[in-house]
């Protein structure tokens, strides 16, 4: 099994471009969610989807767009890129709920210029 | 909302002493206390986990301790060696809560 499978890698943007972080995971998990890492601040909610069909709001969810296309997919779009979006960005799933585990994806590194 | 706090932001240890990272939360319905490890340059994945409904669990050289009266939950790890070295992050949630909210991380440095 795969796991939590983002794309891509490695991006770089211009100011006031757009794009999507695409996520896929295969071990039929209900929940999804996106995190962004930067330095010092730990691990921050920006969208999750408790189940199919459903989408919240996390912490920091300014500048951020979610889809959650089926079970198996949720991606994670910005509209407008700006440099305060420059980050790690982390997808992860987990069986049914936040208190069982949370498998990661290996991560997304995104540079706003 | 929750808040998770997360201390020290660094710790340097001497390859066979232990390490102990401390967090406390905010929420006193939080019941989930999970610890997750991140090397350098890799995804987060879990090391150890605990409900409230124990006081303490063991995993070989790590333990977690869970104090739900004070709000606050730690670490430990024994014998430490340089594979020990990652940052750390402890986060809570509700039960069947949709959200887990993280520390900001403690970064380990296991000395030879």
């Known amino acids: 099994n795969a796991g939590v499978t983002q794309t891509p890698k490695f991006q770089v943007l211009k100011t006031g471009q757009s794009m999507t972080l695409q996520c896929a995971q295969d071990?039929?998990?209900?929940?999804m969610y996106w995190y962004r890492q930067d330095p010092g601040m730990g691990l921050r909610l920006i969208y999750y989807?408790?189940?199919?069909?459903?989408?919240d709001k996390g912490e920091v969810p300014n500048g951020y767009n979610v889809s959650r296309l089926n079970k198996r997919e949720f991606s994670l779009r910005l509209e407008s890129a700006a440099p305060s979006q420059t980050s790690v960005y982390f997808c992860?799933?987990?069986?049914?709920?936040?208190?069982?585990?949370?498998?990661f994806g290996q991560g997304t590194r995104l540079t706003v210029v | 909302g929750e808040n998770v706090e997360q201390h020290p932001s660094t710790l340097s240890v001497q390859e066979g002493d232990s390490a102990v990272i401390k967090c406390t939360y905010s929420?006193?319905?939080?019941?989930?206390f999970p610890w997750y490890k991140q090397e350098l340059g890799k995804r987060p994945q879990l090391i150890i986990d605990?409900?409230?409904?124990?006081g303490e669990k063991k995993d070989q050289r790590i333990a977690v301790t869970l104090n739900k009266t004070a709000k606050h939950f730690s670490l430990h790890i024994t014998e430490t060696q340089p594979e020990d070295s990652a940052v750390y992050f402890c986060?809570?949630?509700?039960?069947?809560?949709?959200?887990?909210?993280f520390g900001t991380g403690t970064r380990l440095a296991v000395r030879p």
């Open positions: 992860a799933s987990s069986e049914f709920a936040a208190d069982t585990e949370a498998f």
């Open positions: 071990m039929n998990h209900n929940s």
């Open positions: 989807s408790a189940s199919e069909g459903t989408t």
């Open positions: 929420d006193s319905a939080s019941n989930y």
């Open positions: 605990i409900r409230s409904n124990v």
């Open positions: 986060a809570a949630s509700r039960s069947s809560g949709d959200k887990l909210t």
